[in-house]
């Protein structure tokens, strides 16, 4: 079965062309080792990268699926809301962006002045998982019983539900978070009484 394609679809055309081969180039495959995959012959995918043949819908998901990527991915135009403007909370100096491809995950930037607590009912534990870099500074990262240094560009990974906090260790501090949906819930429920070093 050929797509119909219409003037107003050569774009779309011109873009699935381009990623057939920008996939197979990132796989490192050649011609002949995709077509394999692809049961077709080398030539013909050769004219479909090149636009010389035109798409067969058929041909379309046997390459989705050598490629290891589904047809609606092949095919995706959606390049709206490219940019995202952050949520900013001042309270607690945080901006926040929500990634659309997985909406349960949001990216937290914070600046943050104190030391962790020195208590333990200062730190949090929730389900979830999170993930954070240090941008500037040097971050104090309580997990459990356990305390670590975090220095500019090195990340910390941990499962929310081991009691945590953050603070400095000394100047101000700046970090970019990655939350999964349970340890977002998790920070956002703290927000209602949160020690100044923990995160929402």
Partial sequence: MVVPMTQEDDGLDSLVRKRVRALRVAQGWSL???????????????????????????????????????????????????????????????????????????VVRQRITNPPPDKPDGMRAHPGREWLVVLSGTAVLLLGHRRFRVETNQAAEFPTMLPHAIGTAGGPCEILGIFDREARRGHNSSTKAPPATDRP
């Fill in 32 to 106: 002949d080792e995709l077509a394999t995959r692809a049961r077709l012959s080398p030539s013909s995918l050769s004219r479909i990268e090149n636009g010389k043949r035109r798409l067969a819908l058929d041909q379309l998901v046997t390459l989705a699926r050598a490629l290891d990527t589904s047809l609606d991915q092949l095919v995706e135009t959606g390049t709206d809301d490219v940019i995202a403007n952050p949520v900013i909370d001042g309270t607690h100096g945080l901006m926040r962006w929500p990634i659309k491809a997985e909406p349960g995950m949001t």
